[in-house]
């Protein structure tokens, strides 16, 4: 009796560097499955325009169109993102096929000069381009100068190298990922700065109507980070779904409990953030999405919008 060819998967991907590891990554552990799996490398619009910020251009669903549209036309089979690119409403016929177990999803600090935030002169220059970011900075320093700071890992870097900022704020993730663990002189804690949804974990996109896709990835899945991230997106898919607003929201498994965490700031007015907070006993996905709701609405009820 013969035994079925084992599949062979296509993944679509960016092409920077940190895209291209989290694309390897995924190509290992579905070689460990059996499959045989090749990559196609793509340039999105997000990689392109870098002379404008993300909020102003069509925010970060600008980085994965490309590769929906491969998917669309049987060139790919599977999408593998940085799920805090991912838009919290999927286009119609697609959706994540799975959610892998996170790495560090807090913030890193990096400076040449500056071992901490609070280290730093009155008015000195810090480099993010994430309206996240910038009102979450406003609320611990609201002296500091933010300027934009576009491009992938690398550029960010060199443009922090070449002394354009006094630091810059990255995804720790990202920076362990590629091995530059060493240029990180602080994480931040959740306490002062909370995550973006998402960030840290990694969402692989599949069209659906590829039920033998869902069926083949699901081991990969990790069920926990499944629905942190699920009741992460619900808050910002209820705040108006844009990857590219003044908001964090974060939450932890404890114990049997889902506790989730959600900040929201004007990025031009008042530096106060708006917060909230809520749990429930996890049970599903469904579950997770329902805090992610309600949490929203205790952020607009704060003011938020």
């Not at 060819?5 to 390897?24: F, G, K």
């Not at 002062?192 to 896709?213: V, Y």
């Not at 929201?264 to 429930?280: C, E, F, R």
Request: proline share 4%; aromatic share 2%.
């Amino acid at each position: 009796m013969s035994t079925p060819a084992a599949p062979h998967i296509v993944i679509a991907t960016r092409e920077s560097r940190l895209a291209l590891w989290q694309a390897e990554h995924v190509k290992a552990l579905l070689e460990g499955l059996g499959c045989t799996v090749q990559l196609l490398g793509m340039t999105t619009q997000g990689d392109q325009i870098l002379d404008r910020s993300l909020s102003k251009v069509g925010g970060k669903g600008l980085f994965v169109k490309e590769l929906e549209v491969a998917l669309q036309e049987g060139r790919a089979d599977i999408a593998v993102h940085s799920l805090k690119d991912v838009p919290m409403d999927m286009p119609e016929g697609f959706e994540l096929g799975c959610v892998m177990e996170r790495e560090d999803p807090r913030d890193a600090w990096v400076s040449s000069q500056y071992a901490r935030l609070e280290d730093l002169p009155q008015g000195a220059v810090v480099g993010t381009s994430s309206l996240r970011r910038t009102v979450l900075l406003r609320a611990l320093r609201p002296d500091l100068k933010i300027e934009p700071l576009r491009g992938n890992l690398d550029t960010r870097l060199r443009k922090l190298d070449e002394g354009q900022y006094a630091g810059i704020v990255l995804a720790a993730a990202g920076l362990k990922r590629l091995g530059l663990t060493d240029r990180i002189r602080h994480i931040f804690e959740t306490t002062e700065m909370l995550p973006a949804a998402g960030q840290g974990a990694l969402g692989i996109e599949i069209r659906s109507d590829r039920a033998d896709l869902r069926a083949l990835l699901a081991p990969l899945a990790d069920s926990v980070t499944w629905q942190r991230v699920a009741a992460e997106r619900a808050v910002s898919r209820a705040m108006g779904g844009s990857c590219s607003m003044p908001l964090a929201a974060h939450a932890v498994m404890d114990g049997g409990a889902l506790k989730l965490q959600a900040a929201w700031g004007d990025p031009q007015g008042d530096t106060t953030l708006v917060t909230a907070a809520s749990d429930i006993t996890a049970t599903d996905l469904t579950a997770a999405e329902a805090l992610g709701l309600r949490v929203a609405q205790a952020l607009q009820q704060g003011g938020a919008h």
